[in-house]
Nanobody
């Protein structure tokens, strides 16, 4: 059974940082590019960062230079370091494999950026 278990969210002030982590199971992790997505209230889910098995990364323009995605192929985890957070980053964050479109999504982890 494929599972994505996200953690690390919380309430943070503007300008602050958070580190999200995702544990993945149920498929051969190194075969797949991994991504972090987010969904803000009233908006569609959007892809914010991806990382290939070899560590090549890509970012949405809105987070470029502030977020860093990484993965541990031995531990089957993918992390998202988020710095210089602003209120527009408030959302539920999910990890998933972009090429595994039939897999269920995890519960996500809530990030709230507010003073």
């Amino acid at each position: 059974q494929v599972q994505f278990v996200e953690s690390g969210g919380g309430l943070v002030q503007p300008g602050g940082s958070l580190r999200l982590s995702c544990s993945v199971s149920g498929f051969i992790f190194i075969f797949y590019k991994m991504g972090w997505y987010r969904q803000a209230p009233g908006r569609q889910r959007e892809l914010v960062a991806t990382v290939t098995y070899s560590g090549k990364t890509d970012y949405a323009d809105s987070v470029k230079g502030r977020f860093t995605i990484s993965r541990d192929n031995d531990a089957n985890t993918v992390d998202l370091q988020m710095d210089s957070l602003n209120p527009e980053d408030t959302a539920v964050y999910y990890c998933h494999a972009p090429d595994r479109t039939n897999d269920d999504w995890g519960q996500g982890t809530q990030v709230i950026v507010s003073s």
